[in-house]
């Protein structure tokens, strides 16, 4: 499996242009509460899948992503895109960059379960600890959405082994809510199937993606939201 860490250090662009391939989410956060006048913290933002979809509907976004090499990339399309209402910062998840009660929404978009997986040492106290400051920068009644995996190249859900402690302490223990939604990715051509899969997926799906000639990628995520109420902290 290729070394994420090294993705969104030296392959930021390669990266951007794989989620470009996929669905906006924007309706599926407006599904779950409405954006006006937001103040948004969108949490490994990374070239900005969220952000960029948010800025024209919120209004402000504080854009965090430990990689400074990804948001170099989002400060980027901030100025193609004169998105003048969003601030980016490095930031780990467990010390989010962010004022107590200052967000109305926080997002996270396949990116707590780098800390959340059974493979990382202090998992479980890893989460709880994004928890708390996720509740810490939330104002009261405000919403935390997070996405993660649920499968690539799964047509239902089949999450990874060493993510359902996680997604079960989300459900389980934090009370979110959840549900699960397809992002496909939708290819132009076998070689840019290859050229945008491999670096990330490694092997065993691009040898799926030849084998079935697919220029449709099926992929399952999975969706949880919560809402802080007022006893919450």
């Known amino acids: 499996m290729p070394d994420h860490s090294t993705v969104y250090t030296k392959q930021t662009e390669l990266y951007d242009q794989m989620i470009s391939k996929q669905p906006s989410l924007l309706k599926v956060i407006e599904e779950i509460t409405p954006l006006n006048d937001l103040d948004v913290i969108d949490m490994g ?18 854009a965090l992503d430990s990689s400074a090499e990804m948001l170099d990339l989002l400060d980027e399309k901030l100025k193609d895109q004169n998105s003048l209402n969003v601030e980016t910062q490095v930031a780990d998840h467990r010390n989010l960059q962010a004022e107590n009660e200052s967000a109305d929404l926080v997002v996270a ?17 890893n989460i709880n600890e994004i928890m708390k400051e996720i ?11 997070i996405f993660e995996t649920l499968g690539t190249g799964c047509e239902t859900p089949n999450p990874p082994e060493f993510l359902k402690q996680y997604y079960s302490l989300l459900e389980n223990k934090y009370g979110f809510s959840h549900k699960w939604i397809r992002t496909d990715y939708q290819f132009e051509s076998l070689r840019e199937a290859d050229k945008l899969t491999r670096f990330f997926f490694g092997d065993d ?28 902290s």
């Open 205 to 232: 799906i691009v040898d799926k993606v030849v084998k079935e000639n697919l220029l449709t990628l099926p992929e399952c995520a999975g969706v949880w939201w919560l809402k802080k109420e007022n006893n919450e």
């Open 135 to 145: 509740m810490r920068v939330l104002r009261t009644k405000g919403t935390v959405i």
């Open 109 to 125: 978009g396949w990116t707590i379960c780098y800390l959340a997986s059974t493979n990382v040492e202090n998992n479980v106290h």
């Open 45 to 62: 933002a990374g070239s900005g899948r969220l952000t960029t979809i948010l800025a024209p509907h919120v209004n402000s976004i504080l």
